[in-house]
């Protein structure tokens, strides 16, 4: 059998180490889908949504999201997932102007087995935290925060079908400004290729409790992981249409860049 595998190869003009390396892309891509994965990640992923307000306001988001695994025994892993948001915005609220600096960090641990379930489902629960490091008013939230997160998941072939929710109440912070109580809510689908192209659809909806709103982005992306020399990175594009928004929210289409930096652990 391996004869026939080695002679198929040659008779396609690749190489064994090509074929590997394939399909060594491929493993990798399919653990960027997980967000449980115990893979170390930094991805830089940047926003851009305009429609806000009056003035049809616009913002542009960086959010720098290193995700860490670190390892308790032999059974668990805690994951580390951070979302440090750097914004620019123009006119997000009526004739506001410009505004530039960091948003509030959102820091969520994941306890998480390190195997799959007998039915190949993967999970973790955990604490998420809201910290107030807006630089402007119209940055951040003013308030800290903290609620449960959880994230499940099952991968098959190379599918990959889960969900990822957290509710954030606010505890401490300025008094005059609006409390929060919030929930996040990620449904998500994504097939990957053998040649490492992953397509996904998810939703990043939020509802807020204390204005009874919506926020329902719909997210389409494609992604693609290469290395260079051995720096395994992945390049993602994509597009959201908002399908639900409070009236002061964005609207209409928004577009999504992300560049992703791997460095697998092997746990």
């Not at 049809?56 to 994951?79: F, K």
């Not at 560049?259 to 697998?264: A, E, K, N, S």
Request: charged content about 15%; glycine content about 12%; aromatic content about 12%.
């Amino acid at each position: 059998m391996r004869l026939l595998c080695s002679m198929l190869v040659v008779g396609l003009g690749l190489s064994p180490a090509a074929v590997f390396a394939q399909d060594d892309s491929a493993d990798l891509a399919k653990k960027l889908s997980n967000p449980v994965a115990a893979m170390i990640s930094v991805p830089l992923q940047f926003n851009y949504d305009e429609g806000y307000g009056p003035n049809d306001g616009e913002r542009l988001t960086l959010n720098i999201q290193p995700v860490i695994p670190i390892s308790l025994n032999d059974e668990w892993n805690v994951i580390s997932r951070t979302i440090l948001p750097v914004i620019w915005q123009n006119d997000i609220a009526g004739d506001s102007g410009e505004q530039t600096g960091l948003g509030d960090i959102t820091q969520s641990l994941f306890f998480s087995p390190k195997h799959p379930g007998p039915s190949g489902i993967i999970w973790g629960v955990g604490p998420a935290f809201l910290v107030p490091t807006g630089t402007d008013d119209l940055l951040g939230t003013g308030k800290w925060g903290a609620g449960p997160t959880a994230v499940v998941l099952k991968q098959m072939g190379g599918w990959t079908v889960g969900g990822l929710a957290n509710h954030i109440w606010s505890f401490a912070g300025d008094d005059d400004r609006t409390d929060v109580n919030s929930t996040f809510l990620q449904p998500f689908i994504s097939y990957t290729t053998h040649n490492a192209w992953t397509f996904g659809v998810n939703t990043e909806s939020t509802y807020n409790w204390e204005t009874e709103e919506w926020s329902v982005p719909i997210n389409f992306t494609v992604a693609k992981l290469v290395k260079f020399d051995q720096q395994p990175v992945s390049f993602t594009a994509g597009v959201r249409y908002w399908a639900e928004s409070p009236e002061s929210g964005p609207d209409g289409v928004g577009f999504r860049g992300v560049v992703t930096f791997l460095f697998p652990t092997g746990k």
